[in-house]
């Protein structure tokens, strides 16, 4: 029994403004439910006791210590921006008024 229909294929290529030849809406929709066949052979499998993951590989963040360390010279700081007004960096507008 098929559960996707070639109808629905062109529904959703419709929505997605894909414009599909009957070739191609036939293909996708065999390719779509050998897709859902294995997703069904998916969900047969006992994954009892098995820990949920959201990688397949454990990502572990890097990181260091946050340290206040104080700039001598507070100029030499200032002058080093492309642009500089009074005590602050100066940067280009980005919202307009």
Same mark, same amino acid.
């Given at each position: 029994m098929n559960r996707i229909t070639e109808d629905q294929v062109k529904k959703v290529a419709e929505l997605a403004r894909l414009k599909l030849d009957s070739n191609q809406v036939k293909h996708h929709a065999e390719q779509i439910e050998k897709i859902? &066949?294995?997703v069904n052979q998916l969900e047969k499998i006992d994954t009892t006791g098995v820990a949920c993951t959201t990688r397949?590989?454990?990502?572990?963040n890097v990181l260091r210590s946050d340290a206040n360390n104080k700039f001598e010279?507070? &100029?030499?700081?200032?002058n080093l921006a492309p642009a500089r007004e009074n005590d602050f960096f100066k940067v280009p507008k980005i919202i307009k008024s």
């Open positions: 859902l &066949d294995y397949a590989i454990e990502v572990i010279d507070r &100029d030499e700081l200032l």
